[in-house]
């Protein structure tokens, strides 16, 4: 950080800045020394951030509307989709954002993987991201429970009933869960309570995301630390913020796309039926988000076994700085990591698909593999690809290939190349 | 380079129009939410059966959440009420105006100080008396004593026959 005096230039701002110095906050903000070379893979924290804001905004307006009352909620649903002004608008930003959403942050954990963002000095930041990204999964389950169509009453059933895996206690837990037998009423309106605050709990996890970040800075895409300020940063303003700027209004296109042409197209037909204690949908999926760790839940046979496995794929990535042990951070100076990195980019996409298939046949046999693959990428190939890979020349500084004459020149380039993927 | 700088705040200028309509784009379906809702307005009118009020008698029906009174006058009320001199009333309207058919007196039961519901039949006019800080009201819903600024007001109404009033 660059750790210059700042001093407000007028007398009144002087004053406010010497009693709350909000005014050296926001100087230390636009004055941020960043890398110079970061692509536009970077862009995605302040999409995330638009992301939250837009979730919490809507959900506000939601929640003037919403009924959270087992006899009432799913009318009220319809309420706002027919009769509130601008009430379907509103509840499309708000569904089609949670998906948004989580597009951006596996777009943001990848990049993380791709550049070894997760490694020393940044291990705090990242487990602070891992723990957002689990507040955003329960978030995301909770407020699909609300509308109280088919979907969200068996999603919650099963979600729930995960916990009477638990030896002992699970059955007890689930009952505490629910507040009685099954889902119901007090399932409801709990589930309502917890969906409200969870997203000011992230928010607050991120402005410790992004404090922890500014202790050591942004990693870059060739991963070296940096001098900062130097010819290799560029500050904050204008620069980052109006690449960040334009990369956001081509994610709210997409992201309008969505919410203006095909509204319902990543949502399930049957959370438009309203919640039957008595039927179960033939098909029950959860959101499209979900669906990996869905795979790996249902592909290991035992139900205990099923859940440990399906929460340690997700907590496994906490440990993640400490099991590549690797010292060179991006992949571009990796060449057997770069391969596996793509390789778990497939398997997780072939698990988001099996996920969504029945579990069954074919599809049972492709989600098993998938899913040993899972782990074996994490516990096998990158602890040990840190002692056998063979890394190619990290320059010195961001400036050195071009201005130096390095040999690392063509490591640079296949940066670009990956860009263009 | 003057020309320069004068095509960089045309490119600034317009930017910033640009997203102050977008900005307002988005910004307007969150406040216009809160306005009354389709289902709100679809009760904005009401009718009511009239044919069972003896003279003398008040109803009060719920509009647009709020109460109307309406009163079938006897001969004195109506007599009272059209006698009084504009010069005496602190808000001067005529009872012909305000009650077309003068039997039938529509009115809405809202003090017009604080929004209180005045009581039938009290206060010094043998109108309305508002319990919440003391105002009279006559025979004609018109303030006479009291903190209230106006006369009690008269909803739009007509007679959809003789016995169905339909309100809004």
Not at chain 1, 400 to 406: A, K, N, R, T, Y
Request: glycine share 6%; with cysteine; net charge positive.
């Amino acid at each position: 950080m660059s750790e210059h005096e700042y001093t407000p230039k007028s007398k009144v701002g002087k004053w406010f800045n010497d009693r709350l110095p909000l005014l050296t906050l926001a100087n230390h903000l636009t004055d941020y020394p960043t890398p110079k070379n970061l692509n536009y893979w970077w862009t995605f924290g302040g999409i995330l951030t638009f992301c939250l804001i837009t979730q919490i905004v809507t959900g506000l307006v939601l929640a003037m509307h919403y009924i959270a009352h087992a006899d009432m909620a799913f009318q009220s649903v319809e309420h706002i989709m027919r009769d509130v002004n601008y009430g379907w608008l509103i509840r499309y930003i708000h569904a089609n954002g949670a998906s948004m959403f989580f597009l951006a942050v596996y777009i943001h954990i990848f990049r993380s993987l791709f550049y070894g963002s997760y490694k020393s000095p940044r291990e705090i930041i990242w487990i602070i991201g891992i723990i957002i990204y689990l507040l955003m999964m329960a978030a995301a389950f909770l407020g699909y429970v609300l509308p109280w169509g088919q979907m969200s009453f068996w999603g919650a059933t099963v979600i729930t009933n995960l916990f009477s895996a638990i030896p002992l206690v699970g059955e007890g837990i689930v009952t505490w869960l629910w507040g009685g037998y099954s889902v119901d009423n007090p399932t409801l309106t709990r589930f309502f309570t917890l969906h409200y605050l969870i997203p000011f709990l992230i928010l607050g996890l991120v402005v410790l995301h992004i404090w922890a970040l500014h202790v050591p800075g942004n990693n870059n895409p060739i991963g070296i630390d940096i001098k900062k300020p130097s010819k290799d940063t560029v500050p904050f303003h204008p620069y980052i913020v109006i690449k960040d700027g334009f990369a956001l209004l081509m994610f709210m296109i997409v992201f309008a796309f969505f919410v203006f042409y095909t509204p319902n197209i990543l949502g399930h037909a049957d959370n438009y039926i309203e919640a039957n204690p008595l039927v179960t949908p033939a098909h029950i999926v959860p959101e499209w988000y979900l669906l990996p760790f869905y795979a790996i839940l249902r592909s290991v046979p035992d139900k205990l076994l099923g859940v440990i496995a399906m929460l340690s794929a997700i907590l496994i990535l906490a440990a993640l700085p400490w099991l590549d042990t690797s010292k060179i951070r991006s992949a571009v100076f990796r060449p057997l990591y770069k391969q596996f990195y793509w390789i778990l980019v497939a398997d997780v996409l072939i698990l988001g698909y099996v996920g969504a298939m029945p579990a069954e046949g074919i599809y049972l046999l492709i989600a098993r593999i998938a899913t040993a693959y899972y782990f074996l990428h994490f516990l096998v190939i990158l602890p040990v690809l840190g002692f056998k890979e063979r890394t190619t020349p990290v320059p010195l500084s961001i400036t050195e290939p071009i201005l130096g004459g390095s040999p690392n020149l063509a490591a640079v380039k296949k940066k670009d190349s990956f860009k263009d993927q | 380079m003057e020309k320069k700088t004068k095509r960089r705040d045309f490119l600034f200028t317009a930017t910033y129009a640009v997203g102050a309509v977008g900005a307002g784009a988005v910004i307007w379906p969150m406040i216009d939410q809160m306005n009354p809702d389709a289902s709100v307005k679809a009760l904005a009118s009401t009718e009511v059966d009239v044919s069972a009020i003896n003279p003398g008698k008040t109803i009060t029906v719920l509009w647009r959440g709020k109460p109307v009174f309406i009163r079938r006058r006897t001969s004195e009320e109506i007599a009272e009420a059209r006698s009084v001199k504009l010069e005496d009333l602190k808000h001067p309207e005529k009872d012909e105006d305000r009650a077309k058919n003068p039997e039938w007196l529509v009115m809405l039961g809202v003090c017009t100080h604080l929004g209180c519901v005045p009581l039938d039949q009290k206060g010094d006019y043998n109108g309305w008396f508002c319990p919440c800080h003391g105002s009279h009201y006559d025979t004609s819903g018109r303030i006479r004593k009291g903190p209230a600024p106006t006369n009690m007001e008269i909803p739009e109404y007509k007679f959809v026959d003789a016995n169905i009033i339909k309100i809004g």
